[in-house]
């Protein structure tokens, strides 16, 4: 008697249950769960494994647990700025920046961003100049140094950087690095053990329990973090590796945006680092005054914004949603990946039918093929709704920023994707500032001379392939 009817049968079952979880106890975005009904329909055997590295919510148990915003007096100062922009009260040092004190608001409220305006800024969009300036600034630490890092590489920018960290601990600066252990899965034991036998502090953010299987494969550290002596910061989208010098034979020039942050936004920077440690270390760091220095350089006003799946709000997508809503000219968006969900682009097809300017930038060449025919696809629907959009040629575009009206702006680790809203832990500077905006535009307008523009004409004219591809990426994008 052959056994398939009763192997089918149980395949069957096996699926009806994992469905019913999927629907009833996941409670994911409408859109996801029908992605995996119909992965787990096509595919049983194959898509129930698939469903168990990628597909899994993460536990509800907390994940950072070191109260240091209590011991900050954070949620003192939380409360109090609160009850002045209720009362309103609160004093903007720029008083053309009132008009925004609802989404500062918004981060304040949902995600405890204190809302700094004594910062100093730098842009760089250059790689070579950010990590001139990163190596500078190590090389000048005086009491400790805390990096996180999405990707580091075992490559001659990421041996130049443990040079520094080494040749610091050895001189009796703290010195710490993490890293994600899937963005960072070729480093080898070699580099890490160099590092540590130098002194330094190394850990992984949600490392495998059993080697070379991960569990947690969807749910990544992306953030990148560089604090110095509790006064500088660095915040952006660069990782730790030679392509990001432009020497990748495939992509050529990398294009990313970063920022070099001196002021009293980097104790927000350093809370966020010191949680995520703790989360990662068995040595966990205790509050002590000389990491929250601060400092005042400047008159620039920063939110630093943190989401992540550990987080009941999706809060740099309720950000960049409440950034565009308050639009009354123009938006400037680039972004590497643009799969966004209904909410935000709706968002954005109602601004563009409104009349707002809308300037999207993407890569002209794709590092996962998937994602990038799911980006053409959403562009194209916003194409029609009256948006611009440039392809850039000029190597690789990963820079993650908004500017709206040339007053406020974003720049962090968030990509316009469901991953960074909903499965990453991200990170995100939030920019009141008119002088900072404009040498975003700048920056954006210079990159429009190296790109050509994707008109709804020529989307339209796309071959059957490029169509047929974009629509089974599309239908699979919520599970990418």
Do not use: C
């Not at 966990?284 to 620039?300: L, M, N, Q, T």
């Not at 308050?326 to 039918?353: G, H």
Request: without cysteine.
């Amino acid at each position: 008697m052959s056994l398939w009817p009763y192997l089918l049968a149980f395949i069957m079952v096996f699926n009806f249950v994992l469905a019913f979880t999927v629907i009833f106890f996941e409670r994911k975005h409408a859109s996801s769960t029908w992605a995996w009904l119909m992965v787990l329909f096509f595919i049983p055997i194959a898509g129930f494994i698939l469903y168990l590295i990628f597909g899994r919510k993460l536990s509800g148990h907390q994940i950072f647990t070191w109260d240091t915003k209590s011991k900050l007096g954070v949620k003192k100062e939380v409360k109090s700025q609160l009850r002045a922009i209720e009362n309103n009260e609160f004093t903007f040092k720029d008083k053309g920046l009132t008009d925004y004190k609802d989404l500062y608001y918004l981060h304040l409220k949902n995600n405890d961003a204190i809302y700094s305006q004594d910062n100093k800024v730098d842009i760089y969009t250059d790689g070579k100049a950010k990590f001139t300036a990163l190596v500078n600034d190590l090389e000048n630490a005086q009491d400790h140094i805390h990096l996180l890092y999405y990707i580091i590489r075992d490559d001659e920018l990421g041996n130049k950087i443990a040079d520094v960290l080494i040749k610091k601990a050895q001189a009796g600066v703290e010195v710490r690095l993490l890293y994600d252990d899937m963005g960072s899965r070729s480093l080898g034991r070699k580099y890490i053990q160099r590092l540590t036998d130098g002194g330094v502090l190394v850990d992984a953010f949600f490392p495998p329990k059993i080697p070379k299987i991960n569990l947690k494969i969807n749910f990544r550290n992306h953030r990148k973090l560089a604090i110095i002596d509790g006064e500088i910061g660095y915040i952006g989208g660069f990782n730790i590796g030679d392509e990001y010098l432009g020497k990748d034979k495939n992509f050529g020039y990398w294009r990313d945006t970063h920022l070099r942050i001196y002021g009293d936004a980097v104790r927000n920077m350093q809370t966020r680092f010191i949680l995520d440690w703790n989360q990662a270390s068995r040595n966990d760091i205790g509050y002590e005054d000389r990491y929250y220095i601060g400092a005042s350089g400047g008159d620039v006003g920063i939110q630093i914004v943190s989401s992540g799946p550990d987080s009941d709000w999706e809060q740099i997508k309720y950000g960049y949603i409440k950034m565009i809503l308050s639009a009354k000219e123009y938006i400037y968006i680039q972004t590497p990946y643009f799969i966004p969900d209904e909410s935000l682009m709706d968002a954005l097809r109602i601004a563009a039918l409104s009349g707002i300017k809308i300037k999207l930038m993407i890569p002209n060449k794709p590092d996962h093929p998937f994602v990038y025919w799911a980006t053409l696809s959403h562009v194209g629907d916003l194409l029609k709704a009256g948006a611009e959009a440039y392809m850039y040629q000029n190597g690789f575009l990963h820079a993650k920023t908004i500017v709206v009206d040339g007053k406020i702006s974003s720049v962090g680790t968030a990509n316009i994707d469901v991953r960074s809203f909903n499965l990453n832990f991200e990170v995100n500077a939030f920019l009141y500032d008119k002088a900072i905006a404009q040498l975003l535009v700048e920056a954006f307008e210079h990159d429009i001379t190296l790109s050509t523009q994707m008109t709804e004409k020529l989307y339209n004219k796309r071959s059957l392939g490029i169509r047929f591809k974009e629509s089974i990426s599309r239908l699979l994008s919520p599970i990418l």
